[in-house]
């Protein structure tokens, strides 16, 4: 039987960081995964078809909404196609990058099939051809859930999966279940001409977001789509060709006639197929319970990425797949802190979230907390490119150490980054005014923050009398 130092299951995010990076350490790795290419979910049925799906869509939007402007005509259909061959081609072209051969030329051997534990030590691929580990990854990542509706058995639906796969644009679509994906997906069908609804379990949307940020990206979001809170969706069915939800909102049964139904209704992870009894792996609804140092109860197993439902990201995935090179191959104990990564939801306006909301600041540091809040009808550039609907929020200590960062706004996800670095590295808010913002950038609005923290505490602090008293003094 092959023996290896590293095993890991699943060439996702969090597999192919730690396999190649455990490789390149000079350790003997086997990488097993059951697609046809590596990349998993992120390339695959993800954060890549999506991102060119959104983009996509965000053309043809702009193409509407200066037509509308500026007095022209547009018309003709929409060539749906063309977006998902532009979502095939970004995949096909990543897909080169997370090739086979780059991760056998950095020493990784690579098994196509099914991985399940024979005992704590040994997988074995699709039932056979056992092979043992010293250590072993488990990163096989998640997929849809959908939910136990009345019906679902005999309906057919969409989910991210096979969305990228439409030969289609439907008329109209009921997205169930309001979160990231299917509100990055529903605005963009929108925008292809869908006409959207997302029937939510919810009172709100964008749930983990400050209490600032959501009413503002939700406004944003009801000139695209039609929203439905709080609904219990009781049943699916199919009648003269057409798809019924039929849901309840405060007591009172409705349904809603659609041509297809996109079912966004959360993730369960890749664990079923794993065989954890025969390793005695513990974990709790499906998800591998792991410690700080991402290990399981077993020590020489760890699990990352998506299947230990801890931060479900894709450079979560790839963070924890670094960490696990060091706690794997050079047996290091480092922990995992995801306090200092953030998060972007791609709608438009972007969401950007680091950190601790206000909420949660005051819950953990009390009344002292500070918050810098900057609209962007306050900001140079927003205000000349007509996008003032958006908002800064900064929330520090009293002395200034950030805690938090938040913003709602087009391309946040880019222009916040600068304060990822600052808090990474401890800096307080009001280093960001010693660097120079070229004018007029988005990203000043940042510094515009960090001007707020300076000028209070020159107005409302210790120096203003100090000064005060020297300049009587001085004359
Ligand atoms: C529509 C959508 C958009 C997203 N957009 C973003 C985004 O913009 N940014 C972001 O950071 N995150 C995004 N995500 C989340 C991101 O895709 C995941 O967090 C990430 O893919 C998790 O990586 P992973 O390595 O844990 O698992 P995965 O990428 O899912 O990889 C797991 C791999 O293991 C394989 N596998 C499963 N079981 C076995 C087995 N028994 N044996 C062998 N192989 C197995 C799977 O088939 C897969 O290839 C998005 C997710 C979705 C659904
Ligand atoms: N931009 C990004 O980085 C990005 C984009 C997409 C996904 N992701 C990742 O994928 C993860 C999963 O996202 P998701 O949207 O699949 O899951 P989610 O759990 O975040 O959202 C699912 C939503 O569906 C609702 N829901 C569940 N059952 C329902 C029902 N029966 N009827 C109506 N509503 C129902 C839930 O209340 C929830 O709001 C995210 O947490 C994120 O980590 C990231």
Redesign the pocket.
Known sequence: MVEYDLIV???????LTAASGAASMGAKVAL????PG?????LH???V???AFITAAKEVHAVYKGAAEFGLTVSGDVLFERAIERVKEAIDEIQEIDSDERFESLGVDIYR????FKDEHTITIDGENPIKGKRIVI????RPNVPPINGVENVSFIT?ETIFNLDYLPKSVVFIGGG??GL??AQSLSRFGSDVTVIETSQSVFKKEDHEIIPIVTKALEKELTFVFEADVTGISEQNGHKVVTYKVNGEEKTIESEAIMMSTG?KP?TD??NLEAAGVNENKGYITVNESLQTNKSHIYA????NGAF??????GMEGKLIVQNAVFGLKRKVNYGNVP??T?TEPEVFHLGLTEQEAKEKHGEEIRVFKVGTDDVDRFIAERKKDGLVKVITDKKGHILGAHAVGEDSGSWMQEIVFAKEHGHKIGDISTVIHPYPTKGAILNQAADMYWREKLFDGWLPKVSEKYIKWVR
């Open positions: 299951i699943g060439g996702g995010s969090g597999g097993i995964d059951d697609q590596l990349g998993g979910d992120c049925f993800g954060c078809p999506s991102k099939g099914k991985g399940a990163s096989t990542g998640s991210n990231p994906v990055e997906l993730r890749n197929k794993l990352i990425g998506d299947v479900p990201f894709t450079h979560g995935a998060w972007v791609y």
